[in-house]
Structure formats: C-alpha cells, structure tokens
C-alpha cells in the first residue's frame, strides 16, 4: 500500500516515554525516545527516599522528583511494571503507597500510565518471560547501546519503558495490517 | 498550678484534624475540631472512584478531592488509619496506592501525617482494642453528638481524626504532668 503525502505514523512517529519502577525505598526512572524500531537511550534516574524521613516527608519528595523528571524532559507517554505477588502484604503497602505518589505527580501532568506484567516486561526485552533480573539488565545495556545502567531500579525502569515501545509499535502493525 | 496571664495550650488550643480513610474504591475523610475534651463534628466526605477509569484518572481523581477538602477546610493536622494485615497482596497494593495518592495530597499541603493501627483507633474510639466496625461506628455518632454519618469509610475517617486528637491530649497532659 502507498501512502501518498503521508508519513506511516507507525513507523516514524517519535515518542519520548518514562518508564518508572517504584520501589518502598529507590523509585527508578528510565527515559527511551522510541522511533519506529529505533530505540534511544535518554536519560536514566534513582530517587532514594532518606530512611529518616516522615512518612509524608517520604511521599512528598518522590511526588517531587516525578514532577521533576516530568517537567523536565516531557514525556510523551509512562509505563509501570504491574504488580508482582510474592512480596508480603506490609511490604505491599509501603511499594503501592510509593507507587500511587510516583503515578499521581505523572497523571497530574496529563499522562496516561500503562500497566505491564512483570513477565510481558522480561519477554519484551529478554524473549523470555522468565528471565533473571541479570539478563533483563544486560539486554537492557544491548538495546539502549550503553556500557553502564545506574542501578536495578533504572535499569527496571529502562526495561519497562522498552516494553512500552515495543507494544506500541506491535499495535500501530497490528492497525495498519487491519487497515490493508 | 496556676497559670498566670497565660492559657493552658493543651485544654483550649483549638485544632481541625482531617482524618483519612483510605479504599482501593472509596476513600472517606472526617474533619473534627478538637479543643481541650471537646470534639466537634466539621464535615465528613466520601470519594468513590469510577470503576471505568483509568489508573492515572482513579489516582488524579483521588488526589485533587484530597486537595480540594484540604483547601477548603484548612485542617492543621492530618491522621490516617495503619495497616491492617489481614488483606491479600493484591488488595494491599491497590489500597497502598490509594494511600499514596491521598497522602501526597495532604504532604504537598505541607501537613505531616499522623499513623495509628486499628486497634488504637477502636480503643480511643470504643474502648476495646477488637471492637466491632458497627460499634465503632456507633461511638463515632455519639461522640460527634451527629444521627447519621455517610458511610462505613467517612466513619471510620472521622474515627482516625478522634483517635488523634485523643492522642495529642494525652501527650499535653503528660507534657503538662512533666513540668509540674
């Protein structure tokens, strides 16, 4: 099919998506610009709540560094890893409350959040829905084309964020396959 | 003792305590203002989150009727209800980000945020440590001297908010108790 004057969005369409990765106590943070099946490393962030801190201290400064990030590279788009279940319920409520801080300061800035099972994220960027943590880092730095990741929590983030990208591009196929 | 040309701050400084109740689908709040033994009732509010809605649009929903009430109202001190454990995982995180959006809210009104376990909220309220939702509520009604309170969520709201102000008179007596 010919696209006449017409640029195939699926294709071009550039789109600088935040991947985050909350945790109780370090929030990552992964920024990818995803162009057609190029994929470009942005910018990479931890946020480590101090231990010391209120419990609104805590939930204000991770609101804050959102806002931040969000502010200053202006995402298009976020993704969020979903939950995993083998946590305990304590530790459950400490992560979601960090969570619910992290994904309130993005839909405040107008952004839809999408949600990923911990496996579709490790088959997206690994091929492999239950790869370790160690392998999801290495394709990371592959992917991205980068020597060094900050830490487990942007590199979840990073990976999350790839997800996102992938998905993305599989449904804008998916669509035009439909519009053929 | 007698306390010359000055007031005893713990039996007269009036304070509005917003207490929250936060759901994974409901959240209740109650606002009381407590002055020395007195407690009077202010407002109670319940926030039901569309079931239809989006992960941001349930969190920004959340978090700007949090701010609305803390804007309108001004309340001084705000306390939430601790962890219950009894729940599953899965509910813990959903509650645990419905906490975190609420919280942050009232952080980023530069609140902190006091915490009490259930237990201590029921014996403030009641009594007894393991006494019954209903009997709880039943309290509630009685020592706010109101008929109705809106739901089971507002109750339990305005009973974190009596649970603080118990709390606080108690720490200014024993303040008070100190310097004597």
Redesign the interface.
Known sequence: MFFAGRRRPHVRAAMLILGIDPGSSTTGFGLVDGRGTDLRYVHHAEVKVAAGK????K??C??QATLDLLDEYQPEM?AVEG?F??????S??????????A??????RG???A?YPPTVVKQSVVGYGRAAKEQVQQMVKVLLNRRRIGGEHAADALAVAICHHQHRQLRSWQQAAGRQ
């Not at 279940?85 to 304590?90: E, F, L, Q, S």
């Not at 994904?103 to 405040?108: D, Q, R």
Request: no cysteine; proline share 0%; glycine share 12%.
């Open positions: 209120t419990l609104a201290g939930l204000a991770l609101y976020a939950i279940y083998g946590r305990n319920v304590r459950m409520l400490v992560l979601g409350q960090a969570r619910g801080a994904l309130v300061a993005v839909a405040n952004l839809e959040i949600e």
